[in-house]
């Protein structure tokens, strides 16, 4: 078990999937977790799983006003920030040819997906600048910003966009020993991508026909590797993306058939993320 006691963290979307579990995780290896969520019910349901002495407000990381008064919170209660966890990111059910994206949708997308991550990590840069060298920064990404994705452009120039934003920091805040890390996960189980609800039960066991470690992720599985790269067990590591994968991305297009075998061809093609 690594130890935070003492640090403060703060996740951003905190109130369900990889941000809840990253909050729970954090809490439970002693860290004192703020977390900002936009929707209040889900707000609600943290504050009641984490408790005192974690902090959970309601807000919106796209407002400029909300993101201000949340550094302001945290520099007044704590007086400088350990941990950020840039988790909030969302491809709004906006599935289409690229050519088809309004330019609200564009809009829309890079607001929650780009947008914000700038504006909070500018606000918390002063505060991890407060602690000092082995804060960190840790951004969620995506594996589609690793590969391509159908029918998602828009999304997924966004995400990849967080590796260049990643690597570059990094050398920012190198000299002063602030590190900045992504984490890039597959298809993972919450209320934004509720897969086990996509895959008929009865093609449940074939999962691992597309993953090679036979299971799509667990929000757990993203907070394990968060407080690995917040922790100085990661104290020589910035710039840089764990991918978070069950093996998808090394497999790039090869499928396990049934009778255990690897082909390159589509395995049951009826059933997965149908685009
Ligand atoms: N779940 C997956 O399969 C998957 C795969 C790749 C990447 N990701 C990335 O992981 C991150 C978390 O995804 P998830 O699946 O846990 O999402 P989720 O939608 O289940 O949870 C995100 C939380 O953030 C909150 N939120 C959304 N917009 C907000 C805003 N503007 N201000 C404050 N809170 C806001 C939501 O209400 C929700 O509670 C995202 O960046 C997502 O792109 C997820």
């Given at each position: ?18 941000g809840?579990a990253?909050?729970?995780?954090f ?32 807000g ?23 941990i ?8 709004l ?15 829309r ?16 840069i ?6 000092g ?14 590969r ?7 999304y997924?120039t966004?995400k ?6 990643t690597?570059?920091?990094a ?9 900045v ?5 597959e298809?993972?189980?919450?209320a ?6 996509v895959?008929?039960?009865?093609h449940?066991?074939d ?10 992720g ?24 764990i ?12 499928y ?17 993320l149908?685009?």
């Amino acid at each position: 078990m690594i130890d935070f006691a003492g640090k403060i963290a703060l996740v951003t979307g905190g109130g369900a999937g990889i941000g809840l579990a990253t909050c729970e995780a954090f809490a439970k290896a002693g860290a004192t977790v703020v977390a900002i969520e936009n929707d209040a019910e889900r707000a609600a349901q943290a504050r009641r799983i984490l408790g005192e002495p974690h902090l959970i407000i309601d807000g919106d990381v796209t407002q400029q006003a909300d993101v201000d008064s949340l550094a302001a919170e945290i520099d007044q209660r704590f007086g400088g920030l350990d941990i950020l966890v840039n988790n909030v990111g969302d491809f709004l059910n906006i599935v289409k040819r690229f050519e088809d994206h309004s330019d609200e949708d564009i809009d829309r997308l890079y607001a929650v997906n780009m947008r914000q991550l700038f504006s909070v990590t500018r606000a918390m840069i002063p505060l991890l600048r407060k602690k000092g060298a082995g804060t960190s920064i840790i951004s969620v990404s995506s594996i589609e910003a690793f590969r391509g994705i159908p029918i998602n452009c828009v999304y997924s120039t966004f995400k990849t966009g967080i590796t260049g934003f990643t690597k570059s920091l990094a050398l920012d805040l190198a000299p002063e020993g602030i590190r900045v890390n992504l984490i890039a996960p597959e298809t993972t189980e919450t209320a934004q991508v509720p897969i086990s609800h996509v895959i008929k039960p009865d093609h449940q066991d074939d999962v691992k026909q597309w993953i090679p470690l036979g299971r799509f992720g667990a929000p757990d599985d993203m907070a394990n590797a968060i407080l690995f790269l917040a922790s100085p067990m990661a104290s020589w590591i910035t710039g840089t993306a764990i991918n978070i994968d069950g093996g998808a991305l090394a497999a790039s297009g090869w499928y396990r058939t049934a009778e255990d075998k690897w082909t390159n061809t589509p395995v049951i093609p009826t059933h997965g993320l149908l685009f």
